[in-house]
């Protein structure tokens, strides 16, 4: 009688076993689905934000002949983006280029920064009303691509924290989950920027 | 504007909207319990008062048929169960019925309900750049939270500054006050715009709505109160030119009559619905400081939603709306729409604003 019992202990610790397993393998799943989307949000930001850039630039070119050098920052800012986001694309969670983009989106971002300030401080400039809608459009670009950063490394937190946690991580490392990069770029006008508000 | 803030930014909201969700729906049903026992307390209010009534009148109709001196409480063992049966089911039914009701037409999608109150669509790419920097705004906090997008509405009658989120028919919105759109910065309205998104993925939105449902059916009662009392008016209203005739001299002595029985059921009624108002409180006051924590969450910006809260504050109408609803839908708004003393749906805005300035 007592084997038994024995055998079923076991089995029942088996189900239960099994039971953590299915559910923890669901829950990595579930949660590394999550950044992936957010991540591919960032991408959609990303191109709006370097398809609006030209418009900018070209709308307030007349007026900024005596801030050349800004525009040019501009410019050269975004084609750098750009190409570091072609290399990301042809190698997709690659950490090496991750990094490369977000130090070049600090760049742009902060080219972004300048430009909408001379923008702000340029009367006439600010109050036409092609540039005031591009301003807007470029503040929300910026905004959006911001919070999609922040989702996607709030997602990624999620995620690297059941994968690190004990004992998920004995299931983690069963199932080859590892933990994610996230989008951080280390620059304290980086995280200025969304608070900026030009309204 | 900006204000570089160098503390590290607060942790990110918790992601697991699971448990959210979870938690969202064992609280709906401890509401839903309490609930359950007002409607309870009003049918029990009801049953004792037409029981009463019934007694009285055969005691009254025993006293002048020659057998006087019939106490109530001779006649009570007397009444037919039927009476009694009849009122409970009555009041039961009637309570069901305007509650199914309401939430049916709470349910028949955001566009239907945002038109029931008044709001106007914001469109996709609004031409009015304060529309355009709102749908930017819901866009950027729509993001934050990893969500889709929601449809925006604009209520163009209230001048004070409130908004609110909820969902029909799986449909979230979004709804904010012509004053909000006109008067607040970008990152006020952003505050504003997290909030109403942070009750929607707290599940407060929904639970919040199903309140709605169920506070329709305990006011139902008083509504009938309210028609029993004012049912001389109809009698004199159907006629017109001042003649009253003898007939409908006998008829407004029976509505007289209904008058009378109406301000009894009217005054169940109203301490019904004192007594619902009292539990949705209860339930919401709590969840507004959770939400206001969530646009901080959200936004990353503790200062934004602490200058929305202050701003209202600063303006003497505060948030207070005009129309209908702001009774109804009290507790999803961001402030109070209607200024009160006792029974607050929310939390005083001081109150709100110190817990934000906690480090």
Request: aromatic share 6%.
């Given at each position: 009688m007592a084997q038994l019992t024995w055998i079923g202990i076991l089995i029942v610790a088996g189900i239960a076993l099994v039971g953590w397993a299915i559910g923890g393998y669901n829950a990595f799943v579930r949660l590394r689905n999550r950044f992936q989307n957010a991540f591919s949000q960032i991408d959609v930001q990303l191109k709006r934000r370097f398809d609006l850039i030209p418009n900018l630039v070209e709308a307030t070119k007349a007026y900024l002949t005596?801030?050349?050098?800004?525009?040019?920052?501009?410019?050269?800012?975004?084609?750098?983006?750009?190409?570091?986001?072609?290399?990301?694309?042809?190698?997709?969670?690659?950490?090496a280029e991750l990094k490369t983009l977000a130090a070049e989106d600090a760049t742009l971002t902060g080219a972004l920064r300048r430009l909408l300030a001379v923008v702000e401080s340029?009367?006439?400039?600010?109050?036409d009303q092609t540039v005031a809608?591009?301003?807007?459009?470029?503040?929300?670009?910026?905004?959006?691509?911001?919070?999609?950063?922040?989702?996607?490394?709030?997602?990624?937190?999620?995620?690297?924290?059941?994968?690190q946690q004990f004992p998920d991580n004995i299931l983690a490392s069963i199932f080859r989950f590892d933990a994610a990069p996230s989008f951080a770029t280390e620059s304290a006008e980086e995280r200025k920027a969304v608070r900026v508000s030009f309204g | 504007m900006a204000e570089t803030v160098d503390a590290a930014p607060?942790?990110?909201?918790?992601?697991?909207?699971?448990?959210?969700?979870?938690?969202?729906?064992?609280?709906a049903r401890r509401l839903f319990v309490l609930f359950a026992l007002c409607v309870l307390a009003v049918v029990v209010a009801m049953d004792a008062y037409v029981v009463l009534f019934s007694a009285m009148m055969f005691a009254h109709d025993a006293n002048v048929h020659g057998a006087p001196n019939v106490l109530i409480g001779d006649v009570l063992p007397q009444l037919p169960r039927e009476v009694l049966l009849a009122s409970t089911a009555g009041t039961a039914a009637l309570i069901l019925v305007a509650s199914i009701q309401r939430r049916r037409e709470l349910a028949r999608g955001s566009e239907t309900l945002a038109q029931s109150i008044g709001a106007r669509a914001v469109a996709e790419k609004p031409e009015n750049p304060a529309e355009r920097q709102l749908r930017n705004v819901v866009e950027e906090m729509a993001l934050a939270?990893?969500?889709?997008p929601l449809a925006v509405y604009v209520l163009d009658g209230e001048s004070a500054i409130n908004g609110f989120a909820g969902a029909s028919a799986r449909e979230p919105f979004l709804v904010v006050t012509r004053g909000a759109l006109d008067r607040l910065q970008r990152d006020e309205m952003q505050a504003l715009v997290a909030y109403g998104i942070g009750q929607l993925r707290n599940g407060d939105a929904k639970l919040n709505l199903q309140l709605v449902g169920w506070l329709a059916g305990i006011t139902a009662i008083g509504d009938v109160g309210k028609r029993m009392i004012k049912s001389p008016s109809y009698v004199l209203r159907g006629g017109g030119d001042g003649e009253v005739g003898d007939l409908r001299k006998g008829i407004l002595g029976l509505s007289l009559f209904v008058t009378f029985l109406g301000m009894f059921v009217a005054a169940i009624g109203y301490i019904g619905v004192l007594l619902a108002r009292f539990v949705r409180a209860l339930a919401s006051r709590q969840r507004v400081y959770l939400?206001?924590?969530?646009?901080?969450?959200?936004?990353?910006?503790p200062v934004a939603v602490r200058d929305l809260l202050r701003r209202i504050e600063s303006e003497v109408q505060g948030g207070t709306l005009v129309g209908p609803y702001k009774e109804e839908f009290g507790p999803m708004l961001?402030?109070?729409?209607?200024?009160?003393?006792?029974?607050?749906?929310?939390?005083?805005?001081?109150?709100?604003?110190?817990?934000?300035?906690k480090p």
């Open positions: 005596h801030e050349r050098e800004t525009l040019t920052a501009v410019i050269s800012a975004r084609a750098a983006a750009v190409g570091a986001s072609e290399r990301l694309a042809a190698n997709p969670g690659g950490s340029y009367p006439n400039l600010k109050a809608s591009l301003t807007e459009e470029l503040t929300a670009t910026e905004n959006k691509v911001s919070f999609a950063r922040q989702a996607y490394n709030d997602a990624v937190l999620t995620y690297n924290t059941k994968v | 607060p942790a990110p909201p918790s992601p697991d909207f699971f448990a959210a969700q979870d938690a969202a729906r064992a609280r939270s990893g969500g889709l939400a206001d924590a969530t646009a901080v969450q959200y936004t990353r910006d961001f402030v109070p729409g209607v200024k009160r003393l006792c029974l607050r749906t929310h939390p005083k805005l001081r109150q709100r604003i110190a817990r934000l300035e």
